[in-house]
């Protein structure tokens, strides 16, 4: 069955270093999100993309944030210069086109920032 | 105030018991969704709803447009089921995701 894949599966980097996260949707879906859940908080929405642009935005990224579908495969997330705070489990997710249609979830990127 | 509210918060069962995790929602929605997440993180759909009633198992979901709530029932409950329990709701536009706190579930032997 096919399944949304994240890499890496976990992610240590310093204060003010820049941080990709990977992503590889189910390959026939067109709508692609990620979403952030900060340790005992819950779940948020960062960003929707479709057709090679961001459709929509949460107050949360900011300019240190970008997506970008590189290929035909990967949707990544960029955190320009990680602070304390981006410390989080990072999840994608991608659904097929059509109104009314579930999202499927990677296992998530469990980034911490020192 | 949160545009999902669940309830409750926590829930300690003993095997067996029938279980209900509650969902309100405040906006409008192309969908609810309820999933689970596992200690290790990661996210599985359990259901989509737009209307009425769904079950797969012993895992029963019913929403109620007109009232903006939903409900998880799960059945003989079992160690296993210990988890969290999420209802998201899809928003119209780009149906992202708007999820409540959770409803962490705790089974016992």
């Known amino acids: 069955e096919p399944e949304v894949t994240q890499t890496p599966s976990h992610q240590v980097t310093q204060m003010g270093q820049e941080v990709i996260l990977r992503c590889v949707p189910i390959?026939?879906?067109?709508?692609f999100y990620w979403y952030r859940q900060i340790l005992g908080q819950k779940v948020e929405f960062l960003v929707s993309?479709?057709?090679?642009?961001?459709?929509?935005k949460s107050e949360i990224f900011d300019d240190q944030f970008s997506v970008e579908r590189p290929d035909g495969s990967n949707f990544t997330l960029k955190i320009r210069s990680t602070k304390l705070e981006d410390s989080a489990m990072y999840f994608c997710?991608?659904?097929?086109?059509?109104?009314?249609?579930?999202?499927?979830f990677g296992p998530g990127t469990r980034l911490t920032v020192l | 105030k949160n545009e999902v509210e669940q309830s409750p918060q926590n829930l300690t069962a003993q095997e067996g018991e029938f279980i209900t995790i509650n969902c309100s929602y405040s906006v409008g929605i192309s969908a609810l969704h309820w999933l689970q997440q596992h200690p290790g993180g990661g996210i599985v759909s359990l259901f989509m709803?737009?209307?009425g009633k769904k079950k797969h198992g012993r895992l029963i979901a019913t929403i109620n447009i007109q009232e903006k709530h939903s409900s998880l029932h799960i059945t003989a409950s079992h160690p296993r089921d210990s988890a969290v329990y999420i209802c998201a709701v899809g928003s119209s536009g780009t149906y992202k995701y708007i999820f409540g706190t959770g409803t962490r579930l705790k089974v016992l032997a």
């Open positions: 993309f479709y057709n090679n642009e961001i459709s929509e």
């Open positions: 390959s026939n879906h067109l709508y």
């Open positions: 709803l737009s209307s």
């Open positions: 997710a991608s659904r097929k086109q059509g109104a009314v249609n579930e999202q499927f």
